[in-house]
């Protein structure tokens, strides 16, 4: 069974730039959702969805941050525009009926000059 | 605010040796993750607890739940330099959360574990 799928694995940019991840989760999980890592800390909830809808946002800074799961497969994760603090790894994790595991993707890491 | 504290958060153990590491959870729950993140990579998951009194081993790893407690324990046993690694609990909070709203899971700082020869 293929993992957690994610693009691209580093991604370095300036900030006020605009940047996009992408995430293909395991096949038949209905559930996505994105996280942030920043350095020496554990992952952080941003996102959450339940096939193309979103279940929890609460954590997603909006007025930079955006994400959509179109079709209820893909999804992406999008910062416009970017501050230092954005940078961290970006991990994506889909699980199962009533999410009982998440499987993580290898995260994209993101560097913000 | 669920919060969910790791304790230590550095951890040196010499091979062989046995410790215990804690997790402290603030909100009613019955699911509790436990990951392993190697350096630079992602996280595996290593153990999945979702009742009262649950407990899993695998290899030289077991990790107990007490929800009464608010507390997780990852015992490891005789151990190895394969080990290094940063343990994360997670916590579930869906009872608090009205008990229909699953997956939101809050990570605990993290244990950085390093196993000298």
């Known amino acids: 069974e293929a993992g957690v799928a994610q693009s691209p694995r580093y991604k370095i940019i300036e900030k006020r730039q605009s940047v996009a991840f992408w995430c293909n989760p395991i096949s038949g999980h209905a559930t996505l959702y994105w996280y942030q890592q920043i350095l020496g800390q554990g992952p952080k909830l941003l996102i959450q969805?339940?096939?193309?809808?979103?279940?929890?946002d609460s954590q997603l800074p909006k007025d930079r941050f955006s994400a959509e799961r179109l079709k209820g497969v893909d999804s992406t994760l999008k910062i416009q525009p970017a501050k230092l603090e954005d940078s961290a790894v970006y991990l994506c994790?889909?699980?199962?009926?009533?999410?009982?595991?998440?499987?993580f993707g290898p995260g994209t890491r993101l560097t913000v000059l | 605010e669920l919060k969910v504290e790791q304790n230590p958060l550095f951890l040196s153990m010499q091979e062989g040796k046995n410790y215990t590491i804690y997790c402290n959870y603030s909100?009613?729950?019955?699911?509790l993750y436990w990951y392993r993140q190697d350096p630079g990579k992602s996280l595996e998951s290593l153990f999945v607890?979702?009742?009262?009194?649950a407990v899993k081993q695998e290899g030289r790893l077991m990790a107990s739940l007490d929800t009464k407690a608010r507390l997780s324990t990852l015992h490891i046993t005789a151990a190895v330099h394969d080990l290094s690694a940063t343990y994360f609990c997670?916590?579930?909070?869906?009872?608090?959360?009205?008990?229909?709203?699953?997956?939101?899971?809050?990570f605990g700082q993290g244990t950085i574990l390093t196993v000298h020869p």
């Open positions: 969805f339940q096939n193309n809808g979103v279940v929890d």
């Open positions: 997670a916590v579930d909070p869906y009872l608090a959360l009205g008990g229909t709203s699953y997956g939101k899971l809050t």
């Open positions: 994790a889909s699980s199962g009926i009533l999410a009982a595991e998440q499987f």
């Open positions: 607890l979702l009742s009262n009194g």
């Open positions: 909100t009613t729950s019955d699911r």
